[in-house]
């Protein structure tokens, strides 16, 4: 059993940032894939970034890309998205998930444990 949980949302102005944590436990593998995903108010989830745990290679969503870095620390079991130049089209719920597999996707199906959710609100 893995257990995912979210932290660092709130509420920011444009053009702000800030860095979500996401604390594992329980079962975690050096092969597994670490991924962000976000709902907007009223929208599907979608994808947002995913790193490999032993954190080679990362993936971005184009609406994301140069704006948010995903990175872990293995020693604490942590993966962190760090969102700089935030946008009001941002505000979403953000979830972390793992995927069980160091072949990452964006399908959040392919992903077997999913956190609570942190939300993130960004003013204009």
């Known amino acids: 059993q893995v257990q995912l949980v979210e932290s660092g949302g709130g509420l920011v102005q444009a053009g702000g940032s800030l860095r979500l944590s996401c604390a594992a436990s329980?079962?975690?593998?050096?092969?597994?894939?670490m991924g962000w995903f976000r709902q907007p108010p009223g929208k599907a989830r979608e994808f947002v970034a995913a790193?490999?745990?032993?954190?080679?290679?990362?993936d971005y969503a184009d609406s994301v890309k140069g704006r948010f870095t995903i990175s872990t620390d293995n020693a604490k079991n942590t993966v962190y998205l760090q969102m700089n130049s935030l946008k009001p089209e941002d505000t979403a719920v953000y979830y972390c998930?793992?995927?069980?597999?160091?072949?990452?996707?964006?399908?959040?199906?392919?992903?077997?444990?999913w956190g609570q959710g942190t939300q993130v609100t960004v003013s204009s």
């Open positions: 790193i490999r745990w032993s954190g080679s290679n990362t």
């Open positions: 329980g079962r975690t593998f050096s092969s597994s894939t």
């Open positions: 998930a793992r995927r069980s597999s160091s072949y990452y996707s964006r399908l959040s199906v392919n992903y077997d444990y």
